[in-house]
């Protein structure tokens, strides 16, 4: 019996990088220096450059970073964000915890990512019924692959609007050559461990190329602060602790190399499920998709999810229920929305196991699993 395959297995990737992370946290407990400081500037430096924007502050989460990059744009109680319900929770919580109102739009069914057409609709009507409550929109780049950026950056101009890209699962992703992370007003990242590049506990960073509002969020991760005991305004208490950004600078000379393993083992998928009666992820012509997930769409997704799990391979579902689907937002009016292929895509995605570690054997043991769980279940019917 072979072993398990893992959705994600981190374990493997702590002994490609050990020396790297001990030696970083042993410097930061050396230093002393355990909130911000030089280890977190010095992420926030690389990073930034990482990303090709022009800053990068540090937060405490991916959720920190959403709350704190929308306020920082102005977004307050009673306003209007345009998002997805196809992702994780956090992204409308971020929404809820500033008191503004989630507005949903459907996603476009082979990216996985937001509808522009619908956006253009919502903010068309929101301006010609003179209400103008619709302040930014949140553009999610689920499992690595980008929102069209392109038609994101012509609605914003048109109608005035601030954009958050929700950056949370896509480092390194490009839409037209261009990193995401730098194609909004601001960006938002998650270093969640399992996320592409990963911390060893909680942490975020918030990106982008306008100085004033990057100054903003790093007032407001740390209680509103312009000096040590002078508050301009009320904050939060999200900072980036040092331990984290050691971390997270040790792993991130990995990075590129990571991604290109991702991307590897995409293609190597495509080779060995194409032909089978599944939907494969794709590629927009403009993107470049780092894969995060590798999510292929099935009608009998729970069966091959069970046997796949009952066969040792760890596949898993992103996400199974929509966000406007989930109990914690059935008292509010906004949950009430028709969107089917959100809900089209809750029912049918079933993420494969993808990590940069993995091996060929790995992936064929999948293939192999797949195709007898298709050909059997063909026959039965
Ligand atoms: C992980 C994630 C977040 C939240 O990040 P945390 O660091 O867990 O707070 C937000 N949005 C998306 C799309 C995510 O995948």
């Avoid at 950056?153 to 050559?177: K, M, P, S, Y």
């Avoid at 911390?199 to 100054?215: F, I, K, M, Q, S």
Wanted: glycine share 8%; hydrophobic share 40%; proline share 4%.
């Amino acid at each position: 019996m072979s072993d398990r395959i893992p959705l994600v297995d981190l374990a493997a990737q702590y002994r490609v990088v050990k020396a790297d992370v001990d030696a970083a946290i042993h410097r930061v407990l050396d230093q002393h220096q355990f909130i911000l400081g030089p280890e977190v500037e010095e992420f926030e430096r690389a990073f930034a450059a990482f990303c090709g924007s022009s800053d990068c502050v540090g937060v405490a989460s991916g959720t920190a970073a959403l709350r704190l990059a929308l306020e920082a744009c102005g977004v307050s109680r009673g306003d209007e964000v345009v998002t997805v319900s196809h992702t994780f929770f956090a992204t409308v919580e971020a929404i809820l915890q500033l008191g503004a109102i989630p507005r949903f739009v459907d996603i476009d069914p082979v990216s996985f990512t937001m509808d522009m057409d619908q956006l253009e609709t919502v903010v068309r009507v929101d301006r010609d019924e003179g209400r103008h409550l619709v302040k930014a929109v949140v553009p999610v780049h689920l499992y690595g692959h980008p929102a069209d950026m392109s038609a994101m950056r012509t609605i914003a101009d048109r109608w005035g609007l601030r954009v958050i890209e929700d950056a949370a699962q896509a480092h390194g992703a490009e839409w037209n050559g261009r990193r995401c992370g730098g194609l909004g007003d601001l960006a938002c990242f998650s270093f969640f461990p399992a996320k592409n590049l990963g911390a060893y506990g909680d942490a975020g960073a918030v990106t982008g190329n306008d100085t004033r509002l990057l100054e903003r969020v790093r007032r407001l991760r740390d209680h509103g602060r312009s000096g040590k005991y002078e508050h301009q305004e009320s904050g939060w208490g999200e900072r980036l602790d040092a331990l984290q950004a050691a971390v997270l600078s040790a792993k991130l000379g990995y990075l590129e190399e990571w991604t290109a393993a991702r991307r590897s083992h995409a293609a190597s998928y495509q080779d060995l499920l194409v032909g089978l009666d599944l939907g494969l992820p794709k590629e927009a012509p403009e993107a470049r998709h780092v894969y995060h997930l590798y999510v292929i769409r099935t009608r009998r997704r729970d069966d091959l999810r069970s046997y796949l799990n009952d066969h040792g391979v760890d596949a898993g579902v992103h996400y199974p229920i929509p966000v406007h689907a989930q109990a914690a937002c059935q008292r509010f009016p906004w949950a009430d929305v028709h969107l089917p292929h959100t809900v089209q895509a809750a029912a049918t995605v079933l993420s494969l196991p993808l990590f940069p570690e993995m091996t060929r054997d790995q992936l064929v043991r999948i293939q192999t699993l797949t195709t007898q769980f298709l050909e059997c279940r063909a026959v039965d019917r």
